[in-house]
Structure formats: C-alpha cells, structure tokens
C-alpha cells in the first residue's frame, strides 16, 4: 500500500542546457503537506455532526419524504452548506438531477380473504400494488407454494420449473435456501444474495406471469420486525412513472405474517415448517390445495419529480475522474393518519449518513492544494422506496461509468460509540477494501466482515446501482467489537432502543448518542478517497465478485 500521507509543498527545479549559475526553467509542483492533510481529517468532528443531523431529523423537515415540503427544505439546506464549502454545481449549472415518480398509496380499508376468512390490514397483512392504476385485485386466485420462489440457474435451482402460475398467486418465502442451510456450497451460505431480497421476488413472480404475490414475513430471516413491513410498505410507495403503467408487475403483491402463513398451510393440509424445510432442500413448489386468494386495491395516484443533490470540489489535474461519496437523504415522511406522534423523522437513517456527506466534503474543502482528482457528493432520494434515486442515477449517469473511480456510501452512521473493528459489506468484493484497511490500521482498528451476512445489507442500499454498473462499490460502518467497558454499557443500553426504532417513529436524535465512532469512520472513509484522488490506477473488483465486468 503507498503512504496515504503526501510530502511537503516543494520546487523542483527542472534544468536544461543551463549554465552553473541559475536553471532555464521552473516548476512547482504542490501537493498537500501531513500538516496540511492532518488538519483537514481532524476537522471531522462530533459537534458539527450532531448539529446537522439535528437541523435534517427536526420535525419542521417532515420526515423528508420525496416530493413534500420536506425535500424542498432538505434540498435548500444542503445547497447552502455546499455553497459555502466551495462545491460547485455537479449537474451543470444545477446542484439537481430531476428524479420523475409516480406515488401510489393503497387504501388500508381492504381485507385479504383466504379460505373463508378475512386477513386484516396492518395486522395480518400488509398488500398493495406497483401498477399505477386506481383499482386493482385478484379474485379467486388460487394459491401456490414456491418455496423462495427463485429462478437461478447458475445455482441450477428454479423454483418455478414445471409449473404455470399464470392467474395464481404464489407464496414465496423471504431470503434465499443458503440461509436456511448454513451450506457455503448453495448459494452464497448464510449470505444474502439479491435472489434473498424481497424485490427480486416480486420481479420473479412478475417474469413468470403470476397474478399475485405474497412474501411470508419471519423476523429473522427478513432480518426486521413485522412492525417495519407494517411501517415500510404502508402509505406512499414511490416508483419511476413510466407509459406502460407496470402492467408487466403482478396485480397484486405484499406480505403476510407467519401466524397467518402457518394457518393457511394448515387449512391447505400442509405443514408449514415441513414444507420450508422441503423449499431448502431444492428447487420446490406445491398447490395449497382449493384455496384461493381475494382482495380489492384502490389507490390514489400522484405523479411528481424529486431530486438527487450532486455537488463538485473540481480536481486539479484530472478533473474528469471523480472519486463519488453517496448517501440517501430520504427517510418515510409523516403518516397525519397516525395520533400523537406523525414523524418518522429518520436521524440515525439516514440523517447521520446525509449529514457526512457535509462534514467529509468540508475536510476535503480544507485542503490548501485541491485533490487531483474531482470530490462527488451524490444524496440522492427515494433510497427508502428501493433505492430509486441511485438506480435512477446510475440508468442516467451525470457522470460516465468510465469516468468514476469508486463510490463511498454512507447510510445510517454508528451513534454507539468506538469500535475496535471496522464492518465491511460485502468484504473481498473489490480493492477498495485494502484503501480502508489501510486507513483504519492508522486508527488502530481492524476490518471485519458483515456482522449480519444473512440480511443481504450489501443489497439494500445505494452503493448497489453503482456495483451494478460495475463501479467499485465500498459499504462500510463502525463494527460490533467496543473499544472499552463504557462503551459496551452504552451498546447494551441504547442498542435495543435503536433496533426497535430502525423505520420507527422513535428514530430520533438522542443526546445519548456517542458519536465518535462515526467520526472515525468519517475520517477513514476521507483518506480512501483522499487516496484514490491522487492515484493513477482503478481499483478492480476481486476476481469472485459477482460485480466484475
């Protein structure tokens, strides 16, 4: 690894034909000195970021959902912070890039009906549409287990060989089979791969021509609560509009809890827990015997534009080539159905993550001599509605594939305290992960791998669209291991609180919060990309990768 630290400001004389008195020709070369880079990574700082997130987590922004009042808020904080460290406009003259969506919000006032019994809204199930249409259903939709309803022949597993779902509605566990069995050897063992996630179902059973689709909630494979099912895909959900009005997606689709799963086995004269094991074992699928599935879907339909933030410090010599810090700046907005509280004001997700965007971009603005390479900062929206803005952005890059060299996503900082460890997503995915090996052995910390392999975290957020162009993608976070006894007390204490509010009305900024584990992360994701900025070469994904080109 080169040192991350560069050499004093020097002259260097350039001498050519010259006599022995004074050289022909002068030339500075400047780089930044370790006084000089020191003092730009020591100006990340808890104060500053506790402020910020507490401006963006406030009540007065809403939430900040796509297209409301506290977009608009969100989006004329962030210019003015980035006005004011010198960035300039990453989209043109503009510091946006227009996002089209259309929201569709269902009516709870529905019920499923399934073998003589009607399943209720919020409780039991939670359904809905991604056709943007004002009515929808299914009627007397028969009803079919497909185990995890996955179409993977690489894996030679296709759970929805030598069956016609056309007009049924299948059944679908979540996660994958590796997760049930703990096998390295099928799939990627207790690792999530993208056929695990949620909307690769839906996508699936689209594909095969299913009329609905109805994933079984278990917290523990999901990796979250029924309450963030109920609170996620309740209300507004947003999608890019589009002139065939996903006609291709399932009519309906959505998710019930496992108490319901197993008594609609039951009526069905199966057994629940036999038939996951039968779906782990292979490629799987049995008709619920005469059952049949019914429910209406009225939506109310908004089209409206939101936006990405792209903001520019321009590189010295190489300006093309951008080094791309994202995070979301999006959260779930206000629910005015709800009594007392109506915010979900969203502070640790992703607040924290937007407000580092600030603080890493002021180190870099700090800078005597500016990187030779150009410094992106890329919030971009809708992240919480399945990371549409950064899938926008990258089918509509601002800047060419070719022409970015890695991105650093940020999304929901550690608020516990230090970590002796540094958790990497996606670990030996690509190179990037040496950069930041390097950066925290300097911390004296180590890298460690995903703590929760089997909730797929690599997949769930933004760095995904750009791994998926095969831009070097690097997810990254304060790891489990405390540093001291006081900061293991403080986990033991708050790490409950914030687990029960992940996508809750309770994620809220705490003066409890021990930000200077997230300082450290934000100082070494700084020096990764005050590193890749003055390097010639790309860093490559690792010859395994499923993102290598």
């Given at each position: 690894m080169k040192k991350i630290l560069s050499l004093a400001m020097v002259s260097v004389a350039v001498l050519a034909g010259c006599n022995d008195s004074k050289p022909q020709a002068q030339k500075e070369v400047a780089v930044n000195d370790a006084a000089a880079i020191a003092a730009s990574y020591n100006s990340?700082?808890?104060?500053?970021l506790a402020e910020h997130v507490k401006v963006l987590a406030?009540?007065?922004?809403?939430?900040?959902?796509?297209?409301?009042?506290?977009?608009?808020?969100?989006?004329?904080?962030?210019?003015?912070?980035?006005?004011?460290?010198?960035?300039?406009?990453?989209?043109?003259?503009s510091y946006f890039q227009e996002v089209p969506l259309v929201s569709i919000e269902a009516s709870p006032d529905m019920t499923l009906s399934i073998g003589g019994k009607d399943y209720q809204y919020g409780t039991d199930m939670v359904m809905g549409s991604?056709?943007?249409?004002?009515?929808?259903?299914?009627?007397?939709?028969?009803?079919?287990?497909?185990?995890?309803?996955?179409?993977?022949?690489?894996?030679?597993?296709?759970?929805?060989?030598?069956?016609?779902?056309?007009?049924?509605?299948?059944v679908i566990l979540v996660n994958d089979p590796g997760y049930a069995n703990k096998d390295p050897k099928q799939f990627t063992g207790e690792a999530m791969?993208?056929?695990?996630?949620?909307?690769?179902?839906?996508?699936?059973?689209s594909r095969q021509g299913a009329a609905g689709a109805i994933i079984v909630h278990e917290?523990?494979?999901?990796?979250?609560?029924?309450?963030?099912v109920k609170n996620s895909w309740s209300g507004e959900q947003f999608g890019f509009q589009r002139d065939d009005k996903n006609k291709d997606r399932v009519k309906v689709e959505g998710w019930i809890n496992s108490d319901v799963a197993k008594e609609l086995f039951a009526k069905a004269g199966l057994d629940f827990e036999a038939a996951k094991k039968e779906a782990a074992k292979g490629a799987y699928h049995v008709a619920m015997g005469d059952l049949t599935a019914s429910v209406d879907v009225k939506n109310t339909i908004k089209t409206s534009v939101s936006n990405n933030f792209i903001a520019t410090l321009p590189g010295r010599t190489k300006a093309d080539e951008h080094i791309i810090y994202t995070?979301?700046?999006?959260?779930?907005?206000?629910?005015k159905s709800l009594t007392g509280d109506q915010i979900y004001n969203g502070a640790v997700d992703n607040a924290t993550g937007t407000a580092a965007l600030i603080e890493v971009a002021e180190a870099f603005a700090k800078l005597p001599v500016r990187p030779e390479r150009s410094i992106t900062m890329l919030a971009v929206t809708a992240e919480e509605q399945g990371l549409l803005g950064s899938k926008f952005y990258a089918a509509n890059p601002i800047i060419a594939p070719a022409k970015t060299v890695a991105d650093i996503n940020m999304d929901a900082l550690d608020v516990v305290g230090r970590s002796a460890d540094v958790a990497v997503y996606g670990l030996g995915q690509s190179e990037l992960d040496n950069y930041l090996e390097a950066a925290v052995k300097k911390q004296g910390r180590v890298i460690s791998g995903d703590p929760r392999p089997a909730a797929g975290?690599?997949?769930?957020?933004?760095?995904?669209?750009?791994?998926?162009?095969?831009?070097?993608?690097?997810?990254?976070?304060?790891?489990?291991?405390?540093?001291?006894?006081a900061t293991a007390k403080l986990r033991a204490e708050l790490g409950p609180k914030l687990a029960k509010c992940y996508h809750g009305l309770c994620d809220e900024y705490s003066e409890q919060w021990d930000l200077s584990g997230a300082v450290e992360d934000m100082q070494a994701f700084f020096e990764v990309g005050y590193e890749l900025s003055k390097e010639s070469v790309w860093p490559q994904w690792s010859e395994k990768s499923e993102f290598k080109r």
């Open positions: 990340i700082n808890a104060q500053q406030s009540d007065e922004f809403g939430g900040r959902s796509p297209s409301t009042e506290g977009e608009k808020l969100t989006l004329d904080y962030l210019t003015k912070e980035f006005k004011a460290l010198g960035f300039e406009p990453g989209n043109g003259d991604s056709q943007i249409v004002e009515e929808i259903g299914i009627k007397d939709s028969p009803l079919v287990f497909v185990g995890y309803g996955v179409n993977a022949p690489e894996y030679n597993w296709n759970d929805y060989e030598g069956i016609d779902v056309k007009g049924k509605t299948v791969t993208y056929y695990g996630r949620w909307t690769y179902k839906y996508e699936e059973a917290t523990a494979p999901a990796s979250y609560g029924w309450n963030v995070a979301h700046w999006d959260h779930l907005g206000t629910d975290i690599y997949y769930r957020s933004d760095h995904f669209a750009f791994a998926n162009v095969g831009i070097p993608a690097l997810y990254a976070k304060s790891g489990k291991k405390p540093v001291d006894e």
